[in-house]
């Protein structure tokens, strides 16, 4: 159980358009996603933090015009990168937290999307 | 703020041999540990936690981790390591309230012989 996956696992886009990842709970309802972004050889940097039926939280330095976030329903949260760039090019994970009626609630990671902007 | 520092980027083993990847973490208040592995071509899995109690934890696959709160570190240990314990491992700490949210190290590959 507690299965979180993610769609595309790879994108290639053109520069200026924009592009959606889903990142989906599929055996578990998951009120809080987490969007986390990972370069080469670094570490996994959280980006927003997703809450369903109310915007995100993003952390200092994340631009939220540039990465939308949406959490429409408890299984599904999407990131959209608008008017990419070829620094955006990254590998982004997600994951949904489990809620377990316990004081800690363990996040669940996806396999993560690669963009490619050229 | 809070950082995680993870001393080794990369490690190379023979099977068999014994291993521990350093953790350390800056944050003064009441903090959840964790290790996190990834294997190739896989998502990041849970490899153990620290919340309060027993600063030794066993986790899955023989791993386990020492939580030495004077030092602020979460070392990982592996008595006799195999081949398929090549992967990344991720350590990672995170606050008991609010959305629980984590930071993590920069991660250690490891890489183990045949």
């Known amino acids: 159980g507690a299965v979180v996956s993610q769609h595309p696992s790879r994108v290639i886009c053109k520069s200026g358009t924009s592009v959606k990842i889903e990142c989906r709970s599929l055996d578990f309802q998951a009120t809080t996603m987490f969007w986390y972004r990972q370069f080469p050889k670094q570490s996994l940097m959280l980006m927003a933090t997703s809450n369903e039926g109310s915007k995100a939280t993003y952390e200092q330095g994340v631009e939220k015009d540039k990465f939308l976030i949406n959490h429409a329903s408890l299984t599904l949260s999407t990131l959209t990168v608008t008017s990419a760039h070829p620094e955006d090019s990254s590998f982004y994970i997600c994951s949904a937290r489990l809620m377990s009626g316990s004081s800690y609630n363990e996040q669940f990671f996806g396999p993560g999307t690669r963009l490619t902007v050229l | 703020a809070q950082s995680v520092s993870q001393h080794n980027h990369h490690v190379i083993l023979s099977e068999a041999a014994s291993l521990e990847l350093g953790c350390n973490y800056s944050?003064?208040?009441?903090?959840?540990l964790f290790w996190y592995v990834q294997y190739p071509g896989q998502h990041l899995q849970l490899l153990l936690k620290?919340?309060?109690?027993?600063?030794l934890v066993k986790g899955i696959k023989g791993f386990e981790a020492e939580f030495i709160k004077s030092k602020f570190s979460f070392n990982l240990r592996k008595p006799s390591v195999q081949w398929s314990d090549t992967a990344e491992y991720f350590c990672?700490?995170?606050?008991?309230?609010?959305?629980?949210?984590?930071?993590f190290g920069t991660g250690t590959r490891l890489l183990v012989s045949p």
């Open positions: 944050y003064g208040g009441t903090v959840n």
């Open positions: 620290y919340f309060s109690g027993d600063p």
């Open positions: 990672a700490v995170g606050r008991n309230t609010g959305f629980q949210k984590l930071v």
